[in-house]
Structures are given as structure tokens and as C-alpha cells.
T-cell receptor, first 118, second 116 residues
Framework: GAGVSQTPSNKVTEKGKYVELRCDPISGHTALYWYRQSLGQGPEFLIYFQGTGAADDSGLPNDRFFAVRPEGSVSTLKIQRTERGDSAVYLC????????????????FGPGTRLTVL | AQKITQTQPGMFVQEKEAVTLDCTYD???????LFWYKQPSSGEMIFLIYQGSYDEQNATEGRYSLNFQKARKSANLVISASQLGDSAMYFCAMRISGGSNYKLTFGKGTLLTVNP
């Protein structure tokens, strides 16, 4: 079946602009995650959705970042007043938390959106 | 808070040889899971192997095995019979089990280069 997809694959914007990044998870997956990966670093957690609600948004760096998942499937990460420091690859992942071996809960990642803020 | 440490920024291995990528972790929780992901130059994170903190045996998945030493808080990845296609970034990650939060904490990664 189809994996996690993310659009756009690349986004170049100017400082101060607003951007939206989209994630289509694997069909039926209950959980969706956003991570940010800066150059030379591992992914850092941003936010996690269980269904439509944000179960944990403790990783969002500030109030310029917001994410939604209105129907429990597709999610959009929104960044207002972008700054050069927001430049990174934004990764989305999904998982099925109903699985029997819940502690394993393998996350499937999308290809990421490379955001460049000029 | 959880922390993952990968002390090898880069590793080199000859094709067909085995290689060990190091990972140590820090947590006060008793129930947790450890993961290894591969990230080729294309950027997509690929799940390789999982080890639960209460699993009695070390995990194996094909050419991948996890050398889990709980007392030392280490979870090293062993790749046997390296192939050119194994060249990639490798990330160790951890999540705390038992709750409903499945977020992963990642290390900084190790860049593996397989030489022909």
C-alpha cells in the first residue's frame, strides 16, 4: 500500500512569510507525528496526534508553529512569520497504535519537506 | 528526560565485513523501547530493528542484530556482511513504553560508508 507522503518536497520562502506543510499518513494509522531535522542532527519531536487531537505538542518551539489534523487523517504543519532558523527538513510519520505489540509501535516516515527560509 | 548518545559521527567498513554502530541511552524509566532507523541520501527514515527493555533475547532482523546490554544502557547495532547499499546515516532512538505517548527521541546519528 501507499506509504506516508508529504508535500511539497521542497519549499523556499522569505523571512516573515507563512508556510503550510502537508502530511498524508498511511491509511488507517491512528497516530501521526511531526519531527524536525536540522543539518547534521537527528530528528527532533515537534507534535504527536492521536486521532484528531494533539496528544503532545511539547516539542513545538514557539507559538509560531501550529499543526492540525481535523479529520484524523491528513495533517498540516503551519509556520507563521518564518525565520531563517526554521530552515530544516520536516518529517512526518504515522503508526498504528492499536497493534497488539503496542510498545513496539513502529513509526513509518515520509520523505520529508525541505524548508528553506531566505 | 530521555537521551540518546551516538559517539561515532562516521564509520567505514569494507564490503562483506561486519560493523557495529554504538548507541547508549539514558532514562529513569524501567519500560522502554529502542529503535534503529536508516536514512539514505534520499532522506526517508527506514525502520530496521526494535528491542524492548523487557525482551530477554537480543533482537535480530536479517543482517541486523541489536546487542542490548541493559546494565550498561547500550543498544549497539550490528550489521553483518555489509553491502554497498548499507551506506547511509543510522539513527538510534528510544521511546518510553507503558503510556500513550509514542514519540521518539533520536540520537545525532552515525554516517556509515561501505567501501568496495
Amino acid at each position: 500500500g501507499a506509504g506516508v507522503s508529504q508535500t511539497p518536497s521542497n519549499k523556499v520562502t522569505e523571512k516573515g512569510k507563512y508556510v503550510e506543510l502537508r502530511c498524508d499518513p498511511i491509511s488507517g494509522h491512528t497516530a501521526l507525528y511531526w519531527y524536525r531535522q536540522s543539518l547534521g542532527q537527528g530528528p527532533e519531536f515537534l507534535i504527536y496526534f492521536q486521532g484528531t487531537g494533539a496528544a503532545d505538542d511539547s516539542g513545538l518551539p514557539n507559538d509560531r508553529f501550529f499543526a492540525v489534523r481535523p479529520e484524523g487523517s491528513v495533517s498540516t504543519l503551519k509556520i507563521q512569520r518564518t525565520e531563517r532558523g526554521d530552515s530544516a527538513v520536516y518529517l512526518c510519520a504515522s503508526s498504528d497504535t492499536r497493534m497488539v505489540r503496542a510498545d513496539r509501535n513502529e513509526q513509518f516516515f515520509g520523505p520529508g519537506t525541505r524548508l528553506t527560509v531566505l | 528526560a530521555q537521551k540518546i548518545t551516538q559517539t561515532q559521527p562516521g564509520m567505514f567498513v569494507q564490503e562483506k565485513e561486519a560493523v557495529t554502530l554504538d548507541c547508549t541511552y539514558d532514562t529513569s524509566d524501567q519500560s522502554y523501547g529502542l529503535f534503529w532507523y536508516k536514512q539514505p541520501s534520499s532522506g526517508e527514515m527506514i525502520f530496521l530493528i526494535y528491542q524492548g527493555s523487557y525482551d530477554e533475547q537480543n533482537a535480530t532482523e536479517g543482517r541486523y542484530s541489536l546487542n542490548f546490554q541493559k546494565a550498561r544502557k547500550s543498544a549497539n547495532l550490528v550489521i553483518s556482511a555489509s553491502q554497498l547499499g548499507d551506506s547511509a546515516m543510522y539513527f538510534c532512538a528510544m521511546r518510553i513504553s507503558g503510556g500513550s505517548n509514542y514519540k521518539l527521541t533520536f540520537g545525532k546519528g552515525t554516517l556509515l560508508t561501505v567501501n568496495p
